[in-house]
């Protein structure tokens, strides 16, 4: 039986996972079928019940997260801005075509009027606010600790060893798409990094949520729905 700690560190990033499955299971039944949107593009109401429900839950749970004012801001900054560069340079700089085909398109409501503003502000709240959040409590918050120690909570926050960092890093790329995979374990040995430098949660929720927001401004202005 799990412990209100370790439920309130991997609980919402389960749910998180849980909502992507959902997303998958309901576009599989309407491929390929003439059907309304919200059943042929469930991602555009799954998204925000996601948002939603993994928000209170960590709301819920948040006295269990050391989440502290940010330190060393400078390195934390600078990891977020590397990060964004690498998830950018096949595109940028490598000419590699973009990921449009599965991507999540805010014009499918059209390029104007409230369906397509409250869609691109949900989606920013998501990827700026709830996904850094999520994902930083369960990845560096839990997992990097609970592989070096029994209770994790007695392991500080940012306590280095190869099995977590392996462990980590590896299970930070898997769950990215696989043409994502190496800037996705890039992305993860740096995330790791701000937590030894840091020792501090809320800085790597800091830089995953820069990184993200940056990545978010880059996409409305390319238009590369692929990488949302």
Not at 50 to 55: K, N
Not at 163 to 170: E, K, N, Q
Not at 171 to 191: E, K, N, R, V
Request: glycine share 8%.
């Amino acid at each position: 039986m799990f412990s209100s700690e370790e439920k309130a560190f991997f609980a919402p990033f389960a749910a998180f996972l849980a909502f992507l499955a959902l997303t998958q299971f309901i576009g599989g039944l309407s491929s390929g079928l003439r059907v309304a949107w919200w059943w042929s593009e469930p991602r555009f109401w799954v998204f925000p019940l996601q948002t939603l429900v993994c928000g209170v839950m960590v709301a819920r749970w948040w006295r269990f997260y050391d989440l502290r004012p940010p330190a060393r801001l400078g390195l934390t900054l600078l990891i977020a801005v590397i990060v964004l560069l690498l998830w950018i340079a096949p595109q940028v700089w490598f000419g590699a075509a973009p990921r449009v085909k599965d991507g999540f398109d805010p014009t499918f409501f059209g390029t104007s009027g409230p369906a397509y503003w409250t869609t691109v502000i949900l989606r920013f709240i998501r990827l700026v606010i709830v996904v850094p959040l999520v994902e930083e409590i369960f990845w560096r918050g839990f997992l990097l600790r609970f592989f070096i120690s029994q209770p994790f909570t007695d392991v500080p926050i940012g306590t280095f060893s190869w099995r977590s960092f392996a462990i980590v890093t590896v299970g930070f790329c898997l769950i990215h798409q696989p043409s994502d995979w190496p800037a996705a374990t890039a992305c993860g040995m740096l995330y790791n990094l701000v937590a030894y430098r840091t020792r501090s949660l809320s800085s790597c929720v800091l830089a995953h949520a820069v990184t993200n927001l940056l990545l978010g401004l880059w996409i409305m202005r390319t238009g590369q729905w692929g990488f949302w």
